[in-house]
């Protein structure tokens, strides 16, 4: 028989970074105490950060009694660098269980790749990969074997968000026209790890948090990026390294609507925000005007601290994007759209799962890529087949930031193709 019958997935992370801190391990530290998650493996390129998650006292406190398998073990010393290690993990995972991809932009595509050669199921943070050609390519494979794809596009299960989503698909806007996104990180970035990884020919502001607010007005409204520009402003990592550290985009809409995106790594450690963002949409009705505005940086909590646990002691707190809290059981518990979209792609790949349970190969198979086509179609989960247009503008992007912000074009005719703009 093809299909196993399975209620959890097994995970291996591959990449022990920030966002696998803040968000994919605590989340999946309670999904595998809720019964959907199996083992947890994290393989990172050293042993030095697995080493800071295995003994945060935060987790801890939080997940008393668990713990995940390191690749590197952590005894390991962390100058000794394991760059295919990955390779290694995802070998010795069986078939369809969970392969979290949480590495660096330009390293999804040979890790996504990997993970769907050894038949995984895939969760990969954004953006999916720089390039249309490859996200069209993982979408092929992953649907020729039964396997779930989906991209951690958090914002999209901010409440306000799919809110948003429905009543604008039901007229109550009218149709978007003109607006603004932001989403400025702090300035302490440029010395954490971006600083070996985010340079000129890798990365920019845009594409990495940028892609955000491309995609939320995508799964808002459903209009498709046409046009895009970027300018880029340089400037040097304290290693040494130049980047680009700001970014200012703008992206025209099929229906003629514009949205400008401001992007950086430079919001004032010490200010309350922890960093700065936030959607305005205008839209025009029959007789009068629209809009959807999204505070995202302040969202009604602040606290003032008697300590600086949280790098200053005055910090506006956002309850929505992902908090630990107490609960009935033991620990805490995570609460938030940053959990909630974690938990919304791990049971997704187990409803993949269960559809081929039990059954021959070919019903098995025939099966997944049912649930796989439904999920494509609901679009609320971001896979490869339903947020197709964020490769094309990040492949956009990529080629207009190289250009001093020179206008590209999304073709959308046969094949969709990104090309620069005539001067």
């Known amino acids: 028989m093809s299909g196993l019958i399975r209620d959890k997935v097994d ?8 966002i696998t801190h803040d968000q994919i391990l605590p989340s999946l530290y309670h999904l595998q ?5 199996g083992a947890i493996r994290i393989c990172a390129l050293n042993s030095a950060p697995l080493r800071a998650l295995a003994e ?21 010393p962390p100058e000794r660098m394991f760059p295919d290690l990955y390779r290694e993990v995802l070998a010795a995972l069986p078939p369809r269980n969970m392969v979290v991809v949480a590495v660096p932009d330009h390293f999804h595509e040979p890790v996504i790749r990997a993970a769907l ?31 779930f794809v989906g991209v951690e596009y958090h914002k999209r299960f901010d409440r306000r968000a ?59 409204t459903g209009l498709r990026p046409v046009e895009v520009s970027v300018r880029g402003v340089e400037g040097r990592f304290p290693n040494g390294n130049a980047g680009y550290l700001w970014s200012l985009g703008q992206v025209v809409w099929e229906n003629g609507a514009v949205l400008s995106l401001l992007n950086g790594l430079g919001y004032p450690d010490e200010g309350a925000g922890t960093n700065d963002q936030g959607l305005c949409l205008f839209c025009d009705g029959d007789s009068c005007g629209g809009i959807i505005r ?74 997944r890529q049912q649930v796989l086509d439904e999920i494509d179609r609901r ?29 590209t074009s999304i073709d959308y005719g046969g094949t969709p193709a990104v090309r620069m703009r005539n001067a």
């Not at 038949?119 to 396997?147: C, F, M, N, T, W």
């Open 11 to 18: 995970v291996a992370v591959v990449g022990g970074g920030m």
């Open 33 to 37: 105490r809720l019964g959907y998650v």
């Open 56 to 76: 945060s006292a935060r987790f801890a406190q939080a997940f008393p009694g668990q713990a995940f398998e390191p690749s590197p073990a952590l005894d390991e």
């Open 117 to 147: 050669e050894h038949d995984q199921h895939v969760l990969s943070v954004k953006p999916l990969v720089l390039k249309y050609a490859q996200a069209v390519q993982i979408e092929h494979a992953a649907r020729a074997k039964g396997l």
């Open 162 to 220: 799919l809110d948003a989503r429905g009543l604008y698909r039901n007229g109550r806007f009218g149709e978007f026209r003109c607006g603004e996104a932001k989403l400025v990180e702090p300035y302490y970035y440029r010395h954490s790890n971006f600083q070996n990884w985010f340079t000129k020919e890798n990365s920019d502001p845009f594409t990495y948090i940028g892609c955000h607010y491309v995609d939320l007005v995508w799964f808002i």
């Open 294 to 367: 999204h505070d995202d940086q302040f969202r009604g909590v602040s606290h003032g601290y008697v300590d600086r646990q949280a790098g200053a002691v005055f910090r506006y707190v956002s309850p929505d994007y992902f908090r630990l809290v107490p609960w009935e059981g033991e620990g805490l518990q995570p609460v938030g759209y940053g959990y909630d979209s974690i938990a919304a792609n791990v049971q997704a790949a187990l409803r993949v799962n269960a559809a081929g349970a039990g059954r021959g190969e070919t019903e098995a198979l025939a099966g």
């Open 379 to 407: 679009g609320i989960l971001a896979t490869p087949a339903n947020s197709y247009i964020n490769e094309l503008v990040t492949e956009a992007a990529r080629l207009s930031i190289g250009q001093n912000g020179r206008q």
